[in-house]
């Protein structure tokens, strides 16, 4: 991955927009891909499929609710390769931490399967699974209540060090903690202060040590730098693709902030209400985005040019439908302005409309 330099990260994240629902613009671009491309999802993915660490077949997450089923996560079909980002972005409440849950199984799925390699791990018995855990680890948004208060920066770092005995003498489980810190640039003279005597970032420096010092190979990454600064947002994102470039790592990273996810990005997975709407390498989402859902979050990106000042934006229309028990069809379509009667009738999936670009709408 090419290293970004943090005043283009800083200058980028400063101009970006919190929320994807701001506004909504005139005309969408036709679409010129011939239907004779389309494939389904499985097998347009077929040689990114096999060569995938991590993937995902139909997965589902619904939650009983005292109103009816709520489709947190459906069908979602996903895969990511070795040392390699997928952003997942979407409105808040679309599924994106529900989605990093189930792929860890912090969080059971109602069906589908999850490949981490050629096993589906959600057929793993507890006791595979705790190894399977060391493989697998997570990174909070909120370094100040994802830490625990009473534990020192040594007792954090080295707890999960004893847990999964990796390490068992006390002298070199001290060596690798100061390594850790060292990696993810803590002094050492901070290894014995509580959380609450350091600042964010140092706080989520903290959590990725904490999450490397178990060796994984794929890290859920929720919205890692949202709490933060936005300087200090691009000393954290810096520090994890080094750590990708290093060690290789893979990474789904989650979060409502485009231009984050364009710079940390290899490829883009965009949702809507649980579901998928469109699979893409990171530059060509934002050259050519596709479903009109993606349009709409893109060109709610602030224009820093001054001369497009005053140019009227359409606000998107509606609200966003009800995840319990929702209807047939296209769950965006009573916001979508090209919507057509099929579209509230047939279940769309996502098709290749170019290479490495998946789309699930009736217009492709
Ligand atoms: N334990 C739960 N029980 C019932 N519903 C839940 C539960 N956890 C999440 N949900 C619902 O599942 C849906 C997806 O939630 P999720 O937290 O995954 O969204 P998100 O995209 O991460 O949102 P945000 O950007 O706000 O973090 C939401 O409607 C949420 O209310
Ligand atoms: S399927 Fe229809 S309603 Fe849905 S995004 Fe495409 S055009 Fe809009
Ligand atoms: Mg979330």
Redesign the pocket.
């Known amino acids: 991955m090419e290293y970004k330099e943090e005043s283009t990260i800083k200058s980028s994240i400063a101009s970006s927009v919190e929320s994807f629902t701001e506004s909504f613009t005139e005309s969408f671009t036709e679409s010129s891909t011939e239907s004779s491309m389309k494939t389904d999802m499985g097998s347009a993915m077929g040689s990114a499929i096999e060569s995938a660490l991590i993937r995902t077949e139909d997965l589902k997450k619904y939650?009983k609710?005292s109103k009816g089923l709520?489709h947190?996560v459906d069908n979602v079909n996903i895969s990511m390769n070795k040392g390699k980002t997928l952003g997942v972005v979407?409105?808040?409440?679309?599924?994106?931490?529900?989605?990093g849950r189930v792929i860890l199984r912090l969080t059971e799925a109602t069906s589908g399967k999850v490949f981490y390699k050629d096993d589906n791990i959600l057929l793993y018995s507890p006791r595979q699974m705790k190894k399977m855990r060391k493989a697998m680890q997570i990174i909070f948004q909120d370094p100040y209540s994802s830490l625990n208060p009473r534990m020192s920066v040594r007792e954090i770092i080295e707890e999960p060090i004893k847990a999964n005995r990796i390490l068992t003498k006390r002298s070199d489980v001290n060596r690798r903690v100061k390594e850790l810190m060292e990696t993810v640039g803590l002094a050492e003279r901070l290894i014995n202060v509580y959380p609450h005597e350091l600042d964010g970032g140092r706080r989520q420096r903290i959590g990725i040590a904490r999450a490397l010092s178990v060796n994984p190979e794929f890290i859920v990454c929720d919205?890692p730098v949202s709490a933060l600064d936005v300087s200090i947002q691009a000393q954290i994102l810096n520090l994890m693709m080094d750590l990708q470039e290093s060690m290789g790592l893979t990474y789904l990273f989650?979060t409502?902030n485009l231009s984050v996810v364009k710079h940390i990005s290899n490829e883009i997975a965009v949702?809507y209400l649980?579901q998928c709407v469109e699979v893409c390498e990171s530059d060509r989402l934002f050259e050519n985005p596709m479903h009109p859902y993606t349009q709409a979050l893109l060109r709610a990106i602030p224009n820093p040019d001054l001369s497009s000042r005053g140019q009227k934006k359409i606000l998107i229309k509606g609200e966003v439908t009800d995840?319990i028990d929702p209807e047939p069809g296209c769950r965006f379509a009573p916001r979508c302005e090209y919507a057509q009667p099929i579209c509230s009738q047939t279940d769309f999936k996502l098709k290749a409309v170019e290479a490495s670009h998946y789309v699930s709408c009736m217009l492709k």
């Open positions: 939650y609710t709520l947190a979407g409105e808040s409440g679309c599924g994106k931490s529900t989605l919205e989650i409502h949702m649980g995840p």
